[in-house]
């Protein structure tokens, strides 16, 4: 047989269940809140999205870098190569055979057209 309880301890007992009833309805009006609900998720996604774009950044930023680094040593190879490859080109033109049959003939062709320049020039005054 249980004990009859004294009017302290039921006091203290109502009191405790206040409490949990409390705590359980401020649950429920939590969970029945959508827009406090919407506006965390909100928040959260912003967070998430602002955290995105700083790592989207900072990567882009390394590869600029590289990039950057890797044109410049292009830039300075091509920079390196560019009178020995401008020596051996006028070499080449010099040597080839097409180019030393047709001189006379670039010669004669440049001397037509001065002079046809010349007489049209002449004429028009």
Same mark, same amino acid.
């Given at each position: 047989?249980?004990?009859?309880?004294?009017?302290?301890?039921?006091?203290?007992?109502?009191?405790?269940?206040?409490?949990?009833?409390?705590?359980?309805?401020?649950?429920?009006?939590?969970?029945? !809140? #959508?827009? @406090?609900? +919407?506006?965390?998720?909100? *928040? =959260?996604?912003? &967070?998430? $999205?602002? %955290?995105? /774009?700083?790592?989207?950044?900072?990567?882009?930023?390394?590869?600029?870098? !590289? #990039?950057? @680094?890797? +044109?410049?040593?292009?830039? *300075? =190879?091509?920079? &390196?190569? $560019?009178? %020995?490859? /401008?020596?051996?080109?006028?070499?080449?033109?010099?040597?080839?055979?097409?180019?030393?049959?047709?001189?006379?003939?670039?010669?004669? *062709?440049?001397?037509?057209?001065?002079?046809?320049?010349?007489?049209?020039?002449?004429?028009?005054?």
């Amino acid at each position: 047989m249980s004990t009859p309880e004294s009017a302290p301890d039921i006091q203290a007992e109502i009191e405790r269940t206040r409490e949990r009833l409390g705590e359980t309805v401020e649950e429920l009006a939590a969970k029945v !809140d #959508v827009r @406090a609900r +919407a506006q965390d998720k909100v *928040a =959260d996604l912003k &967070a998430k $999205a602002q %955290a995105t /774009a700083a790592d989207v950044k900072a990567k882009a930023q390394g590869t600029a870098t !590289d #990039v950057k @680094a890797k +044109a410049q040593g292009t830039a *300075a =190879d091509v920079r &390196a190569k $560019a009178p %020995a490859a /401008a020596t051996e080109w006028s070499g080449r033109v010099r040597q080839s055979q097409v180019v030393q049959r047709r001189w006379p003939l670039a010669v004669v *062709a440049g001397a037509v057209l001065a002079g046809s320049v010349a007489i049209w020039r002449w004429r028009r005054k």
